[in-house]
């Protein structure tokens, strides 16, 4: 489709808080595209990077690599034929305030972003229960026991960590983010996205919240073979929040040192 009434914006989350999830809702609309995990912020970082070089440096062209930045979404999402695109990049953000300022200078006609929220230690129990019940997961491969699983999870150079700086970040841009819990979602599914197209300025989809699609955008599915299971399967019947029991087998370590950590 042409690109100049499409618009764009990004999800924000740690992982295991919802966002395959989230995407499936949004892509029973037809004009949505909510994407799987993107690497377009990365591929800005790296474009920006080149800034550093010595080729670079030696002849300083800004404005031929700023109109190159200016349209790496315009160019990577031309042949969607979605008119919205959310994005799920999160790498670009992480940790660094000033990777928020990079994106708002680049990214048009306007950076914002749909932040998912969920308590920490629900997240590490929705780990725990998925490398339990999935002997191949990557996570079984980190360590001997629970906490040394979780700890490694933790490292400061993981997702994890890398995505909880990415939205105490989006905290000080409250008039680009739209936050969203986790529990709101599975509890009150409608009123939540609801509130979310009125973020994205659109019209209210009459949406499914049961019995949800395997996400698949563009005859592209999610190949978990890397990861070693099924990470991204969701699962038959209503959007609901469920008790999981694995919240009270958390080692007393991982609750003592992250236990304080709100997200």
Partial sequence: MGTQNRKLFFLVALPRSGNTLFASIMNQNPEIAATANSVTLEIIKNLYLLKKTDVFQNFPDHRSLDNVLDNVFTNYYQQWPQRIIIDRGPVMLNGNPGNFELMKKHFKPGFKCIVLLRDLMDVLASYMQWYTENPNSFVNKLGSNDEE???????????????????????????????????????????????????????YFNHRF??????????????????????????????????????????????????????
């Fill in 149 to 203: 699983k979780l700890l490694a999870l933790m490292n400061k150079e993981g997702a994890i960590v890398k995505e909880i700086k990415a939205i105490q970040n989006s905290y000080n841009y409250p008039e680009i983010c739209h936050f969203v819990k986790y529990d709101d979602i599975v509890t009150n599914p409608e009123q939540e996205f609801r509130k979310i197209y009125q973020f994205l300025d659109e019209p």
């Fill in 210 to 263: 049961i019995d949800l699609d395997q996400i698949n955008i563009n005859g592209i599915p999610y190949n978990d073979k890397v990861v070693g299971s099924n990470m991204h399967k969701l699962f038959d019947g209503p959007v609901k929040k469920v008790y999981n029991p694995y919240i009270e087998n958390i080692p007393e370590r991982i609750r003592r040192e992250y236990g304080h950590i709100k997200i």
